[in-house]
């Protein structure tokens, strides 16, 4: 369902929203009983202000097309008997009312509705920040979980030490070594997924009203994170050198954060890559102030082009970087398996809060992982990925030029997923994806990894997830998109009984 708004009009918004609403109940497009989306959901996808949307609801309930009741939301009416909707399968708890303000203000509306279109029939997605399904090597992860259980089975299916099964921190202590940094296992803990390392250093170290710096734009996972643990987040402009640090140190030194938070090489969204000149002062700011840094490198692995830079904990000669990676993207997000390396006392103590949350890690996958790296099937893995994945750019990047010049410009990316784009002519990434997703095609917009939500005429675009094949076709349904955007459009919207939780990455 679309709702257009012209701001140019001297109708109210409330009134636009609730009139097409209203004729949408009319012509029976929205059944009795029907659910309307959340009112902060609603504003946020609409680009206005709670306010507003709560108004249109009320509009339509004062005219007898819906009915809201606590713990139920806002439901078109029945005309012919009770103006209530059954309530089958209702609680009685009003659940939006007793459930802390911090785990309901940390989902994305908008992106959350783009990856919801995005598992459409016929959609071309370049929203998903996973591998190409058609690249994972899911023959070999077949034959290494039957070889698993033949070989260990009774072992694996029981819970395993928390710090993760010993030969694997072994493995990934030896894989870390292969040119980016040398670890001791024991200052290795394997998690689900480098999310949940992200979840578990913030609890481990912040408190409701610390201050985190970010870069501007960032992964939205590391922002629902921290604001979820009630940090106050400080962004951090980047330039073609990565986060500046030059503000980064006048930040240090006026607001004393508690952490600061970089993907420093093929960074998420913006696949910047931080300079070797920068990493150095970033570590020497850190190590002056005593101020953590929580160094997420998925993408470290995945370059096409150029020399290797040293991560930030192969610099760290004072202890003040943890670490963190996955196989989630050069391998399987499914596996769930991840890792923090960092001193001894954060791992202690990060390993202690995951026990509270998991126990442990999955072993049979721990186990598959061990064996992928241990046997060399990852590092031939990862090689033929630096052979895919630069084809599947370029195809991007010849695409975007002849469909989408001179509307937007766009990075060309040297390694990682993702290419950065930038619209031109006063359009804005919100106003392109209705345009974008009725022609079947959906993009991350720009906005959702800054924290403070600027960045509108940006968007990310992923070369990594689609197949081959659908790249182009699915830059030629952008370009259409974009030539037909201009000012105000019609808002993206999803019926409510659709959406579903997706991961976001």
């Not at 507003?52 to 009416?77: D, I, M, Q, S």
């Not at 991840?338 to 202690?348: D, F």
């Not at 186990?367 to 060399?376: K, Q, S, Y």
């Not at 990075?411 to 990682?416: E, L």
Request: contains cysteine; neutral net charge; charged residues 25%.
């Amino acid at each position: 369902m679309i709702v257009e708004l012209d701001r140019s009009r001297d109708e109210p918004l409330y009134l636009q929203i609730s009139e097409q609403i209203r004729e949408r109940i009319r012509r029976g497009d929205l059944a009795p009983g029907t659910r309307l989306p959340p009112e902060r959901r609603l504003a946020e996808t609409l680009g206005v202000n709670r306010g507003t949307v709560v108004n249109a609801y009320r509009e339509l309930a004062a005219g007898g097309f819906v009915v809201g009741r606590v713990g139920h939301g806002t439901v078109v009416a029945n005309p012919e008997s009770s103006p209530i909707p059954p309530s089958h399968g209702q609680s009685a708890i009003p659940w939006d009312q007793i459930m802390t303000p911090m785990s309901q203000d940390t989902d994305d509306p908008l992106l959350r509705d783009v990856m919801t279109i995005s598992t459409r029939p016929g959609v071309i997605s370049f929203a998903n920040g996973i591998p190409s399904p058609s690249l994972y090597p899911v023959e070999t992860i077949r034959r290494l979980y039957d070889e698993a259980l033949d070989a260990a089975g009774q072992t694996l299916l029981q819970h395993c030490p928390v710090e993760g099964y010993p030969p694997l921190r072994r493995a990934i202590a030896s894989w870390m070594g292969t040119g980016r940094q040398s670890h001791d296992p024991s200052d290795i803990l394997v998690v689900a997924g480098s999310q949940q390392g992200l979840y578990l250093i913030a609890r481990a170290l912040l408190e409701p009203g610390d201050l985190v710096v970010v870069e501007s734009a960032t992964y939205l996972g590391a922002l629902q994170v921290f604001q979820a643990a009630g940090a106050r987040l400080l962004p951090i402009p980047l330039d073609g050198d990565g986060m500046r640090i030059d503000l980064v140190e006048d930040l240090v030194e006026r607001r004393r954060p508690k952490l600061i938070y970089t993907l420093p090489t093929f960074q998420n969204p913006t696949s910047t890559t931080m300079s070797l000149e920068r990493r150095r002062r970033l570590l020497a700011v850190a190590a002056r102030y005593q101020i953590p840094v929580v160094e997420d490198d998925p993408y470290g692995a995945l370059r096409y082009e150029g020399e290797a830079l040293p991560s930030l904990h192969a610099l760290d000669d004072d202890g003040t970087v943890i670490y963190l990676s996955t196989v989630s993207k050069i391998l399987s997000p499914g596996l769930r398996i991840g890792w923090i390396s960092g001193p001894r006392p954060i791992i202690e103590r990060v390993a202690a809060l995951k026990q509270i949350v998991d126990l442990d890690t999955n072993p049979l996958a721990q186990w598959v992982v061990w064996a992928f790296i241990e046997r060399g099937f990852l590092a031939r893995h990862v090689d033929w990925l630096r052979v895919e994945y630069p084809r599947r750019r370029d195809r991007m990047l010849s695409a975007l030029e002849r469909h989408c010049s001179p509307s937007m410009t766009w990075s060309r990316p040297p390694g990682g997923f993702y290419v950065w784009c930038q619209l031109l002519g006063g359009r804005r990434a919100r106003d392109l994806l209705p345009e974008a997703a009725r022609r079947g095609v959906v993009f991350a917009p720009g906005r959702s990894f800054h924290p403070d939500r600027v960045g509108e005429a940006t968007l990310r675009l992923s070369f990594a997830f689609p197949d081959e094949s659908s790249i182009a076709e699915g830059i030629a349904r952008l370009g259409t998109a974009i030539a037909a955007t201009s000012g105000d459009q019609a808002n993206l919207y999803v019926d409510h009984q659709e959406l579903r939780v997706t991961p976001i990455v």
